[in-house]
């Protein structure tokens, strides 16, 4: 899947399932260790990272297997209800995140890391209304899981 001929998708130019596996395993490594973090994500599962990377892998355009496998946006979404994030929280989580794309060496390409970005911002945002006091409806919305291009810029490639 890819936004135009001869594009690799956000997916497959960041590597892939792998690649999202190995960024959501160091990244929720230090967020068991974070002062922030670490009382929000206290109870999950030890599989919570790598259902984050497949939540990140259909995000990004890689294969639907979060809504197929977990529900999609509507239980992405509702995991997150009645957990007051802060905005401490959700800077905290972007700094950490980024710091771990560099650490797992996720490409570093302005358009890539453009992309990148946009999405965790709005990602965390919406987190944050979700967690609040007076959350959006999440049962049976429709919504679908949200996917992100490479919009206005797509990654430079060689011609030669």
Avoid at 6 to 31: C, K, N
Avoid at 83 to 97: A, F, N, V, Y
Wanted: glycine share 12%; no cysteine.
């Amino acid at each position: 899947m890819s936004d135009a001929p001869g594009i690799p998708s956000v997916y497959e130019w960041m590597g892939g399932q792998e690649a999202l596996d190995r960024l959501t395993e160091v990244f929720y490594g230090h967020v068991h260790k974070d002062p922030a973090l670490a009382p929000v994500f206290a109870g999950a599962p030890a599989e919570h990272a790598h259902h984050v990377a497949i939540w990140l892998a259909e995000v990004f355009g890689g294969p639907a297997d979060y809504t197929a496998a977990h529900g999609g946006h509507d239980h992405m979404a509702g995991r997150h209800l009645g957990r007051g994030i802060t905005e401490e929280q959700r800077r905290r989580w972007i700094s950490l995140l980024t710091d771990a794309a560099d650490e797992v060496g996720l490409p570093d390409d302005p358009e890539f890391r453009a992309v990148f970005a946009y999405y965790i911002e709005w990602g965390t945002r919406m987190a944050l209304v979700y967690s609040g006091p007076n959350p959006p409806p999440v049962e049976g919305t429709g919504a679908t899981v949200p996917k992100w291009g490479w919009n206005q810029t797509p990654p430079w490639q060689s011609k030669g």
